[in-house]
């Protein structure tokens, strides 16, 4: 599911990237946490259109869950490496944080 929420991210189709979570999933993001597929799609639809974020997977810890990627868009510090630390339950997103 991971693939393809950066699929998702890099198409800016906010739908689809709101489709690789649970219902009631939350995604942590800039001090402010989003809760269930429409918040998260809401939130994620602003950003593609506020800073246009291109996502570049540059590794994964399977133990931990954490995908680093290289970040480039529309903003300010452009490109810049975060860290994506997910829980997933059933092949879907249950919990992501987004932390620098």
């Known amino acids: ?16 990237y709101a489709n690789c979570f649970i219902e009631n999933a939350e995604v942590f993001d800039e001090g402010k946490t989003h809760t269930g597929k429409t ?13 246009s974020a291109m996502m570049k997977p540059l590794d994964y810890n399977e133990t931990e869950k954490i995908l680093s990627a290289e970040i480039s868009g529309t903003f300010p510090g452009s490109p ?14 249950k919990s992501l944080r987004i932390t620098s």
């Open 1 to 16: 599911m991971i693939t393809e929420l950066v699929k998702a991210q890099n198409k800016f189709d906010s739908g689809a």
């Open 80 to 93: 810049f490496i975060l860290k994506y630390h997910f829980q997933l339950s059933d092949g879907y997103i």
């Open 39 to 51: 918040e998260i799609k809401d939130w994620i639809e602003k950003a593609n259109k506020e800073y």
